[in-house]
């Protein structure tokens, strides 16, 4: 756990992020890696990202509220199944592409209980974050050139999805730049 947090007048917002074993991780992180060297996206990298899955995010929060239930959450779950089998692009004016989780019911049901969680303290959930409507993704590019957008899906194409691994980590980062104000191991040693 990492839990010193002071602060930051300059915050653009917090998010509760999901990451994942290092295998995973180093395979997705293949397709950042070509995006950079061919200079298609940077963003991510220089904004000090880790790969994720966001499962809720806020402008405003206290971080310290968030930090109990988080804990209690991350005790009560064991290490989540993922598999990347898509890639996607949102519909906004940030140009981001993503690989898209198999939305499994146990994936579902986690991002579900984590909501629970959160409404049962009276954290206000925005729309793009409740069960019914939120895109699960883990974004790998960023600020992607609409004229090299097509060769941006071609790197994510080449990757030879699935990718499959662990959903293994749940923590706060306040972002932009991006940084990691605590996290917790998914242990599933507290009785539910």
């Known amino acids: 756990m990492v839990g010193n947090y002071r602060p930051n007048a300059m915050s653009q917002g917090y998010a509760i992020e999901l990451y994942f074993d290092p295998a995973l991780e180093n395979q ?5 890696n070509v995006l950079a060297r061919r200079q298609i996206s940077t963003q991510l ?3 000090e990202s ?4 966001t499962l809720f995010s806020s402008p405003l929060i206290e971080p310290a509220k968030l930090e109990n239930i988080v804990k209690s959450f991350a005790g009560k779950q064991k290490p989540l199944p993922l598999s990347f089998s898509s890639i996607g692009s949102l519909p ?8 898209a989780p198999t939305p499994t019911l146990s994936f579902l049901q986690f991002h579900s209980q984590l909501f629970d969680a959160l409404k049962k303290e009276c954290i206000e959930i925005g729309e ?3 069960p019914d409507s939120w895109i699960p993704h883990c974004p790998v ?6 004229i090299r957008m097509g060769e941006a899906f071609s790197v994510l194409r080449d990757l030879k999805l ?5 959903a293994m980590v749940i923590g706060l980062v306040e972002f932009s730049p991006v ?9 599933n040693t507290v009785e539910a």
């Open 92 to 99: 906004n004016d940030k140009n981001v592409l993503f690989l």
């Open 141 to 146: 590019a960023q600020k992607v050139p609409m």
């Open 50 to 53: 880790r790969l994720h899955i």
């Open 28 to 32: 997705v992180l293949k397709a950042w």
């Open 45 to 47: 990298i220089e904004i």
């Open 179 to 187: 940084r990691e104000l605590f996290s917790f191991v998914l242990s």
């Open 128 to 130: 793009e974050y409740r």
């Open 162 to 166: 699935p990718v499959t691994g662990y």
